[in-house]
């Protein structure tokens, strides 16, 4: 919230590598690092090329080539959009990489979200990573069955279906089995997974509250 409330990019800039100072004490920026830069990467070349020639604030002249000019507002204003997209990006990636998804999902329902919309979203969490195993198992298979993954176009075609049919069949029977033991369980719900709520939890949330309020308020003001 606080990226979108700052007039220029170079708030959000160092909001951006503040997270990836975070990810770097957490051990995991290299994996942060390179997800956000091939995410938001095509998005920072597209964003200021289009800004710098059509951004409706555009007034002064930076470059002219012929009848296309591209102008010095627009880039800045591109700048801010692309700092504010790096900074969420990181913060998501950051959430990604430190948190259990059953941890959240235990978490979320212990603040009073409903259990099925906790669920659904520790399954959409889980999703990719688990096709991802399941294709890798699935790889490795064919691949000890004499699977040529290297061959012509049209065996790598072949590879592909050999890869997809168990992999949507196992998709589906993974479906059909969370299914019924959603269906088996009892009326009283228990966790094996138990979150704590800090002391600092609760003071590190509760100072990103005000920061953000102070922040918009500053904003009204200016």
Same mark, same amino acid.
């Given at each position: 919230?606080? *990226?979108?409330?700052?007039?220029?990019?170079?708030?959000?800039? %160092?909001?951006?590598?503040?997270?990836?100072?975070?990810?770097?004490?957490?051990? /995991?920026?290299?994996?942060?690092?390179?997800?956000?830069?091939?995410?938001?990467?095509? %998005?920072?070349?597209?964003?200021?090329?289009?800004?710098?020639?059509?951004?409706?604030?555009? #007034?002064?002249?930076?470059? *002219?080539?012929?009848?296309?000019? /591209?102008? #010095? #507002?627009?880039? !800045?204003?591109?700048?801010?959009? !692309? /700092?504010?997209?790096?900074? *969420?990006?990181?913060?998501?990636?950051?959430?990604?990489?430190?948190?259990?998804?059953?941890?959240?999902?235990?978490?979320?329902?212990?603040?009073?979200?409903?259990?099925?919309?906790? !669920? *659904?979203?520790?399954?959409?969490?889980? /999703?990719?990573?688990?096709?991802?195993?399941?294709?890798?198992?699935?790889?490795?298979?064919?691949?000890?069955?004499?699977?040529?993954?290297?061959?012509?176009?049209?065996?790598?075609?072949?590879?592909?279906?050999?890869?997809?049919?168990?992999?949507?069949?196992?998709?589906?029977?993974?479906?059909?089995?969370?299914?019924?033991? %959603?269906?088996?369980?009892?009326?009283?719900?228990?966790?094996?997974?138990?979150?704590?709520?800090?002391?600092?939890?609760?003071?590190?949330?509760?100072?990103?509250?005000?920061?953000?309020?102070?922040?918009?308020?500053?904003r009204i003001v200016l």
């Amino acid at each position: 919230m606080i *990226v979108f409330l700052l007039p220029n990019p170079w708030g959000p800039a %160092l909001i951006a590598v503040a997270l990836l100072g975070v990810a770097a004490v957490a051990g /995991f920026l290299g994996g942060v690092a390179k997800l956000a830069a091939v995410t938001t990467g095509p %998005l920072l070349v597209a964003v200021v090329l289009v800004q710098g020639l059509f951004y409706t604030g555009n #007034e002064t002249p930076l470059i *002219v080539f012929g009848p296309v000019t /591209f102008w #010095e #507002e627009g880039p !800045y204003y591109g700048l801010l959009v !692309y /700092f504010r997209v790096l900074a *969420v990006v990181c913060a998501v990636l950051i959430m990604v990489f430190s948190t259990y998804p059953k941890t959240m999902m235990v978490a979320f329902i212990d603040k009073g979200l409903s259990p099925k919309l906790a !669920y *659904v979203f520790m399954a959409s969490l889980q /999703f990719i990573p688990d096709m991802q195993r399941r294709a890798r198992a699935i790889i490795e298979a064919q691949q000890a069955r004499g699977l040529d993954l290297e061959a012509n176009i049209w065996s790598r075609f072949q590879a592909l279906l050999a890869m997809m049919i168990p992999l949507l069949t196992g998709a589906l029977i993974s479906v059909e089995t969370r299914s019924l033991a %959603l269906e088996a369980r009892g009326g009283v719900r228990s966790h094996l997974i138990e979150v704590p709520d800090s002391a600092t939890d609760r003071v590190i949330r509760w100072s990103m509250a005000a920061i953000v309020v102070l922040v918009a308020v500053w904003r009204i003001v200016l």
